[in-house]
């Protein structure tokens, strides 16, 4: 068995363990972006993909809350 397929069945076996309902995200980010969410992740004591998690719902929170009812429905009706 190869390295990739070892690393893509843990990854496989790590979203079906895991109690919420989780997706994968693979990207590339500019250093500037990356440099400061290890500096926010550090300065809260979270990991990264909490504190990736944590600014996602809050930009969202502030979006949404700024839509009136109608646009809200339009919005959560996007499919992903």
């Known amino acids: 068995m190869t390295n990739a397929e070892r690393q893509r069945r843990y990854r496989k076996r790590q ?3 895991l109690d ?10 500019m250093i500037t972006a990356k440099s400061a969410l290890t500096r926010l992740a550090r300065h809260y004591a979270v990991t990264e993909k909490v504190m990736l998690e944590r600014l996602i719902a809050g930009a ?8 009136s009812g109608a646009a809200q429905k ?3 009706d996007v499919t992903a």
């Not at 919420?20 to 980010?29: A, E, F």
């Open 74 to 76: 339009e919005y959560y």
């Open 15 to 17: 979203l079906q363990e």
């Open 60 to 67: 969202e929170s502030t979006v949404v809350a700024g839509l």
């Open 20 to 29: 919420s309902p989780r997706m994968r995200l693979n990207t590339d980010l």
